[in-house]
């Protein structure tokens, strides 16, 4: 079967899929065709059910949950890291409230965790949407005050001269006595059916389990997705999102999910935590 299968161009999202790519695991008689295209946009495309396996928001999944079924791996945590809320100078949480801040997407993991950090929905605030990759450019051009700062920014912002106000996800572990923070996982179409449900969740464990096993052949296969960064950092950044948790969420990517879930829709930022 032809599948259809969605991914972000970033390092993690690359060394994860890598061995699917190349042909390495037992793709059980299915054809993938990689689509890599930013987060939001896949999002977007799962809502209007375009994509038959994809990499989505946790965020997102509240809204799709019907239609695709959430994987047991293949997830981004952050383990006491995250999203970064950078700005020329600090800026405090309260002060952040009444600022124009970039964001990388609506239904980002991201925004959630940054309406759950100021305690307001959407609406209550001035959040700018603008692609993940543009961000930075939005601060220093006066576009935004601050901005929210995924992938490899994370680890470059300081060198591009930005001062951090705050690690969302840090604040959540400190939040939540040490909990992960749930940022992405991997969905494939319900009505695919449980066979090639299990099909793909198989491939796409083995996948993951073949680049941490070759991590350097994997980092290299992620590198030109790593925008500028060398290989070093580049498997460092890798070795933030794709870990034991991304095998299996496990007790506490459960546990972490379900507090995130939990928070959001008893403040009212989403409106079912899916089963």
Not at 18 to 28: E, G, H, P, S, T
Not at 99 to 123: C, D, E, F, K
Not at 208 to 222: E, M, T
């Amino acid at each position: 079967m032809k599948l259809l299968l969605g991914h972000s161009p970033d390092a993690d999202d690359a060394f994860m899929f890598y061995a699917m790519a190349k042909n390495l695991v037992n793709l059980r008689g299915h054809d993938y065709e990689h689509i890599l295209q930013d987060i939001e946009t896949l999002n977007r495309r799962c809502q209007a059910t375009e994509l038959d396996v994809s990499a989505v928001s946790f965020h997102a999944y509240t809204k799709i949950s019907d239609y695709y079924a959430l994987l047991p791996c293949g997830a981004s945590f952050g383990d006491g890291y995250g999203p970064c809320l950078v700005a020329k100078k600090k800026y405090s949480r309260e002060e952040m409230k009444k600022l124009r801040i970039g964001i990388p997407g609506v239904l980002t993991s991201a925004y959630l965790t940054l309406q759950l950090y100021l305690g307001l929905p959407h609406g209550s605030f001035q959040a700018i949407n603008i692609p993940f990759d543009q961000i930075q450019q939005a601060i220093l051009d006066e576009r935004v005050d601050a901005g929210l700062i995924i992938h490899e920014g994370q680890l470059t912002y300081q060198e591009e001269g930005f001062t951090l106000c705050e690690d969302l996800g840090a604040w959540w572990a400190r939040d939540t006595q040490g909990l992960p923070l749930p940022l992405g996982g991997n969905v494939v179409r319900r009505d695919l059916g449980l066979k090639t449900i299990s099909e793909v969740t198989e491939t796409l464990r083995e996948s993951v389990r073949y680049a941490l096993d070759h991590r350097q052949a994997g980092v290299r296969h992620a590198l030109p997705l790593s925008r500028g960064m060398d290989e070093k950092r580049t498997d460092k950044f890798i070795g933030m999102y794709v870990n034991d948790l991304t095998l299996d969420f496990g007790p506490r990517g459960k546990a972490g999910l379900r507090e995130f879930m939990n928070r959001a829709k008893a403040q009212g930022l989403i409106e079912k935590i899916p089963d």
